[in-house]
Structures are given as structure tokens and as C-alpha cells.
């Protein structure tokens, strides 16, 4: 009876995966999942590529305000798009329903790997290098080539396979252990920002340095937004989980609008530090290494070298929040894929007893944690910025025969259709001039990436074949 009803649904293009999850997550669950998603590498990685690049803090600034205002742009139309399909699958979903079963498979596809696989894999090698880097000469001196060499891919691996064995256990551990870790992260960047622009170590007079005669202006830009656009995504976070919070029509967008607006504001004011900090003209001619941890930079700056460890210690600590928050949301798109039969069916299964989907959460996490040791650090992050882009605008797209369909009701966005418009306009700009950059170190990452999304639609329509023949509706 259970399958009979779940083939008509998917027939009729809405799922019922929100009735087979329980509904245990309340708004600050959703709204620290949407945090934690979003503060994450991209705050202390794309900060420095950027001023390393450009060494322009007024430039570097408005990237800042201008992906926040994207991501408000994105969230408010996930929020729309959530509450009408309020059910597990988030971006899966939202692009099955509105453009049919093969697009679906191809953004859940690409969503799972360039939007949880991926960041996973660069947050957790981001918070080692935190931890590692007070350690490096120790290591270097006492342990094993072997382990010194790959300290960093050892403590990632690690820390992922750790957090997805919480996240197996039952909702209410589940959730602690992100609202906990998000507080610790969230407490962390916002003590950094008050004690280092109190100490009196750095110069205001650095927002008025910048660099001259930059050539390459509009390729920074482009390059600048899709890393900035990485930092915010997790925008849609609390969308992942439609089927699983309560109250959805009214808590989702309360969760969606208001932790992008939270993140937005702690951005601005990480930026901020980082320019009273550091001398942006000063700062190009750092090397690449030591620009890509400049959260690590600035604390040794104003705090001193002894100080300056051991915050990067709590950094590197309290990235893993941003790796529970992917741990926790991904899994849904597999999940819902799988009940769709567009993924290997053992993923839609619940754990008798907790109601979570731990087989979809083991691949996940068992992914991520391989994924760690296939790529440097920068080729991962420009792997999965770019496709991200290029799902997130088809991903808003989707709203617009959503909204054409009467049975489907629920939040309604104001001033539509100006903010899916936006959104797609500048995603799709910016990753178009990305493309055209042919001698840029970001070219190559960026074209692997759209293959990813590319090859997901023969995989697709295989599954929709393979479904078709076993006798399943989809």
C-alpha cells in the first residue's frame, strides 16, 4: 500500500518522503544547520586568495555584501520552494518536480557531490591545516615521514568517519551535537572580530591601501564571486530538512531568511578584522600557502605568535560544526533518491527505532572521507565552486513552473520574480566568464566540474530505464 502510494505521488511530480520522516527539528536546529553550512571555509580561505589577488579591501568588501545579497536572494526563493514541497530531498526534489525525473537525478547527483561530497572533503582538510599548523614542526622533527607528509588528509579523514557516527545515532544526539558545535564556531569568529579590532595591533588607515593598476579586474571579480558564492552556500541548508521540521510553512523561511542575514552580518564584520589587520597592498605578495589560512595570518598579527596557535587550534576545532552540518544534510538528497529509485534503494532506508537514514549517511560520510586523499586543497574548492553555481541557479529556477501549479501552496516571496532573476543573472554571468579565462588556474577545476553535472544525465536517464523495467512509475 506504502509503495503503491509513493509510485502515484511520484507520478503526480509531488514527493511523500516527508511522511515517511518524523518531524523532530525545531527552527534553532534548521537555522544552526543553515549557519554551520554557510561559516566554513570559504570565511578563511576566499578572503585572502582575494586580497592576495587584488589587494583591494574596498573590492573585497563588496564581493562580501554582494554574495550575501545573492544568498538572500536564493534563500528566500528556497524558502518558497520548501514550503510548497515540504518533504526530504531538498535540491533533488525541487528540480524533479518542476523539470521532471532525469533533470532531478542530474542536480541530486551533482548536488551529493559537488554540494556535500566536495565541501565536506575541503572543510575538514581546512580545519587539519588549523590544527596541524602549530604542530607542523614538531611533526616534522618526531613522527614518521608517512604520517608528517599526510598529517593533514589523516585528521580530515578522520574527523568526517567521527562526526558520521554521531550523526547515526538518533535525532536528539544528532541535533545537540550540531546547535553545540555551531554555538562553539559562531562564539569563536565572533570573539576573534571584538578581541582583535580591541587590541589596538592593526591600522584603520589599511581600508584606504590598495593595490594599483590591477588588470585582470574583471577576471578577480568573476573568480572572487563564484569563491564568495561557496562561502554562502549552505543558504538552502534548512531545506534539506523540510521533511523533518516542524511547523514547516512557518519555520523554514524563518530559518532560511535569518540565518543567511546572521552569517551575512558575521562576514562583514570577519572582513573587517582582516583589513585593520593586514596591509592589503602588503598581503599580494604573500605566499599562497599562507593566504589561503588567513584567519591563521591575522590572529599571529594582533595576538602574537603563542596566541595566534592556539586560536588557530579553535578555529580548526570549530570548522567542525560546517562539517556536522553537511554530514547531517546530505544525506537527505540520496535518501529521497533512492525512494525514487533513482539511487541504489538500500540508501532510502530508516534505522528502525531513530528514523534516520544512516545507510545514505554512511556513504556520504565514507565519500567524503576517501575524496580527502584525490586532491590538493584549491583544486577541490575551484572543483566544487563552480559547478555549485551552475546547480544553485538551475535550482532556483525551478521556482518558476512551481509557482504555476495551484496545488502547491505555501510561502509566497516578495517582489517576485525579482530575486530568482537576480540570483540566475549573476550566477550564470559569472560562471560563463569563469569558463572564458582559459590560461587561469581555475579553468580546468571549473571544466571537471560542469563534466560532473553533465555526466549525471545519462546517468539519469539509465536509471529511469533501468526503474521503467522493474515495473516502478517514476
Not at 605578495?285 to 589560512?293: I, T, Y
Request: charged fraction near 10%; hydrophobic fraction near 50%; include cysteine.
Amino acid at each position: 500500500m506504502q509503495d503503491a502510494a509513493l509510485s502515484q505521488t511520484i507520478e503526480e511530480g509531488v514527493d511523500v518522503a516527508h511522511d515517511l520522516t518524523p518531524r523532530r527539528f525545531g527552527y534553532w536546529t534548521g537555522h544552526f544547520v543553515v549557519v554551520a553550512s554557510m561559516v566554513g571555509a570559504g570565511i578563511l580561505t576566499s578572503s585572502g586568495l582575494m586580497l592576495k589577488d587584488a589587494g583591494n579591501p574596498v573590492l573585497l568588501l563588496t564581493l562580501w555584501v554582494v554574495g550575501g545579497l545573492l544568498a538572500i536572494a536564493g534563500a528566500i526563493t528556497i524558502a518558497e520552494l520548501a514550503t510548497r514541497l515540504p518533504s526530504v530531498g531538498g535540491d533533488y526534489l525541487f528540480v524533479r518536480v518542476a523539470f521532471g525525473p532525469a533533470a532531478g537525478f542530474v542536480v541530486g547527483w551533482s548536488s551529493f557531490i559537488l554540494g556535500f561530497v566536495a565541501p565536506i572533503s575541503i572543510i575538514a582538510m581546512l580545519s587539519a591545516s588549523y590544527l596541524v599548523a602549530p604542530l607542523e614542526g614538531w611533526l616534522n622533527e618526531n613522527a614518521p615521514l608517512w604520517i608528517s607528509s599526510n598529517s593533514i588528509k589523516i585528521i580530515a579523514s578522520g574527523m568526517i568517519l567521527a562526526v558520521t557516527a554521531v550523526h547515526i545515532r538518533t535525532h536528539k544526539e544528532s541535533s545537540f551535537f550540531q546547535i553545540a558545535s555551531t554555538a562553539l564556531k559562531m562564539g569563536m569568529l565572533v570573539l576573534l572580530v571584538v578581541a582583535g579590532l580591541s587590541s589596538g595591533q592593526g591600522e584603520w588607515v589599511h581600508f584606504s591601501h590598495s593595490s594599483e593598476g590591477t588588470k585582470e579586474l574583471l577576471a578577480i571579480c568573476s573568480v572572487g564571486i563564484i569563491r564568495v558564492s561557496y562561502a554562502y552556500s549552505g543558504w538552502n541548508g534548512a531545506g534539506y530538512l523540510a521533511g523533518e521540521i516542524r511547523e514547516p510553512n512557518r519555520l523554514l523561511p524563518r530559518c532560511l531568511v535569518e540565518g543567511t542575514l546572521s552569517v551575512m552580518l558575521l562576514y562583514v564584520m570577519v572582513n573587517v578584522l582582516y583589513i585593520y589587520a593586514i596591509d592589503p597592498v602588503n598581503f599580494t605578495a604573500m605566499p599562497v600557502e599562507d593566504a589561503q589560512r588567513i584567519a591563521e595570518v591575522v590572529s599571529k598579527k594582533l595576538f602574537g605568535n603563542g596566541i595566534g596557535n592556539v586560536i588557530s587550534i579553535l578555529i580548526g576545532l570549530s570548522l567542525v560544526a560546517s562539517v556536522s552540518a553537511y554530514v547531517l544534510t546530505g544525506p537527505r538528497i540520496i535518501f529521497a533518491m533512492a525512494r525514487d529509485k533513482m539511487f541504489p534503494t538500500f540508501a532510502g532506508s530508516l534505522k528502525r527505532g531513530s528514523d534516520l537514514p544512516v545507510l545514505a549517511t554512511l556513504v556520504l560520510g565514507i565519500s567524503s572521507a576517501s575524496l580527502v586523499w584525490m586532491g590538493k586543497f584549491l583544486e577541490l574548492l575551484d572543483y566544487a565552486s563552480v559547478g555549485l553555481a551552475a546547480v544553485s541557479a538551475i535550482v532556483v529556477a525551478s521556482i518558476f513552473p512551481i509557482r504555476r501549479r495551484t496545488d502547491l501552496t505555501g510561502y509566497r516571496m516578495p517582489l517576485y520574480p525579482l530575486a530568482p532573476i537576480l540570483y540566475i543573472l549573476l550566477m550564470g554571468a559569472t560562471v560563463v566568464f569563469t569558463l572564458s579565462q582559459t590560461d587561469g588556474e581555475s579553468f580546468w577545476p571549473a571544466v571537471l566540474s560542469l563534466v560532473t553535472i553533465v555526466a549525471g544525465y545519462p546517468v539519469g536517464l539509465l536509471m529511469m530505464r533501468l526503474t521503467a523495467k522493474s515495473g516502478s512509475n517514476v
